[in-house]
């Protein structure tokens, strides 16, 4: 009946509320065919990437910890943008294996933050020694960053997961953005996931920034 979805609605992300249909460098897998062809080396840092709209919700994770068993999990370190989490359910939020760092957004009315959406949470598998770089972390109303840095195979790495708030102003995070990676490359490897919003079919100063950066090609 009309309005019967009307309370689902309301829990729904305004983040998340659109559409792009934009991939760069995608290669498309079946669970069978990622455990068959993804060629990954096991010696490798590898590193998975995941915008999960509400990690907790529905019985996800248990959906999330299936699949990582299905592809006989190769990931030393995942990571999950828009984790909606919230402090009460922050400690359950754990995956098998894997040492959890969360990052909430803000709850607070005198602050420029939404109630609910945006979180990053960084899972890093139990035998790999890191840090959580609190103070790199940033949660500012048009970007959130979370930070770890860790040794691997003899080198220094700072792995970030990155959420750029859709409709923000662009200017500001790319600003931010440079002023949190430009003094990091010097000391260490620097890997960022994420979702950024930022479409980079599109000609313009911010693609030609960003492809700078990660030496991207489209």
Request: with cysteine; net charge negative.
């Amino acid at each position: 009946m009309p309005g019967d979805n009307d309370d689902e609605l309301d829990l729904l992300d305004p983040d998340s509320n659109h559409f792009n249909n934009y991939t760069v460098n995608f290669s498309q897998h079946s669970i069978d065919t990622f455990v068959r062809n993804s060629n990954l080396d096991s010696k490798a840092l590898n590193i998975f990437h995941h915008n999960s709209r509400s990690i907790m919700k529905h019985g996800k994770l248990d959906e999330y910890e299936i699949f990582f068993e299905a592809i006989k999990n190769p990931f030393n370190i995942l990571i999950f943008t828009e984790t909606w989490l919230t402090c009460d359910k922050m400690d359950h939020c754990k995956i098998q294996g894997f040492s959890p760092i969360h990052l909430i957004r803000p709850n607070d009315q005198n602050i420029e933050y939404k109630e609910r959406g945006g979180g990053i949470s960084i899972f890093v598998r139990n035998d790999i020694k890191f840090k959580h770089r609190y103070d790199l972390d940033i949660v500012l109303p048009y970007m959130e960053c979370c930070f770890i840095e860790t040794m691997f195979n003899n080198k220094k790495y700072i792995i970030a997961g990155m959420y750029r708030i859709p409709n923000t102003n662009i200017n500001f995070f790319i600003e931010k953005f440079n002023e949190i990676i430009e003094p990091l490359k010097s000391s260490f490897e620097v890997i960022i996931l994420g979702d950024f919003n930022i479409n980079l079919f599109n000609d313009d100063i911010n693609k030609t920034y960003l492809k700078s950066v990660y030496n991207l090609t489209t």
